[in-house]
């Protein structure tokens, strides 16, 4: 989704620096619903309008099964005031056309074995750097993240 190209500016905006993700944090289970969407790429949309006003919220996804309402936008409750008043302001001209026009991003593929080349690798674990081992050949490897 589009909104993952705005992940990093939002964590750089968040308080510590710490990661923010609109679809998985407190918000979606503990925020107030400011909107309701009929897609997820709607919901993402004002996520990024709340964003660059430096309003954190979240992007709670319905339960198909058992939930006919359509993805919700939350904020913390202290926010709330200000998020409408973000929303009900129009959009600029051209803000959602270029918002739809960035390209889609793109997870990087995993590195291969150094040793046999293989694409089954596991992450091991994180920390300053990342920790990988190959399935096939068990050889281990440390590649520092910058």
Same mark, same amino acid.
Request: some cysteine; aromatic content about 6%.
């Given at each position: ?55 954190? =919220? ?59 080349? =293989? ?26 993240? =910058?």
């Amino acid at each position: 989704m589009r909104y993952d190209q705005h992940i990093n500016d939002m964590a750089e905006q968040a308080d510590g620096g710490e990661y923010w993700d609109p679809h998985h944090n407190e918000l979606t289970m503990g925020g107030v619903t400011v909107a309701e969407c009929s897609t997820r790429e709607d919901a993402d949309f004002l996520v990024y309008l709340l964003q660059e006003k430096g309003i954190r =919220s979240a992007v709670l996804l319905p339960d198909k099964n058992f939930d006919p309402r359509g993805p919700q936008v939350k904020v913390a409750p202290d926010d709330e005031v200000q998020a409408r008043s973000v929303l009900t302001q129009p959009v600029p001209a051209g803000k959602r056309e270029a918002y739809d026009s960035e390209p889609e991003f793109e997870v990087p593929p995993p590195p291969r074995c150094s040793i046999c080349g =293989s694409p089954e690798v596991v992450l091991d674990g994180v920390d300053e750097a990342n920790h990988w081992r190959c399935d096939v050949c068990g050889h281990s490897w440390t590649e520092v993240v =910058s």
